[in-house]
């Protein structure tokens, strides 16, 4: 039941990554530009969940999930600071 969740998680930032820069490519706000690459880069963390609690569970990837997360955190905080109107 738990690699259900952290497929749907994986699917549902997905998602939403792309359904923002689909946005960006009609509307050019820079603000959805940042926020869809997050989304990206989160779908990226949470497939690092994935391999590191599902699939090849004695192998730490934390420190990668962690970078991978704050990379994330910093394109929407980079976007949210200086790209917004």
């Not at 090849?56 to 394109?75: C, N, S």
Request: one cysteine or more; aromatic letters at 10%; charged letters at 10%.
């Amino acid at each position: 039941m738990g690699a259900l969740v952290y497929v749907l998680a994986i699917l549902t930032s997905l998602a939403c990554g792309l359904l923002l820069l689909r946005g960006y490519a009609r509307g050019k706000k820079n603000l959805l530009l940042w926020s869809g690459l997050c989304f990206l880069v989160l779908a990226v963390s949470n497939v690092l969940v994935f391999l590191d609690l599902v699939i090849v569970p004695t192998v730490d990837l934390y420190r990668w999930r962690l970078i991978a997360t704050g990379v994330a955190m910093a394109l929407l905080l980079y976007g949210l600071i200086w790209e917004s109107d």
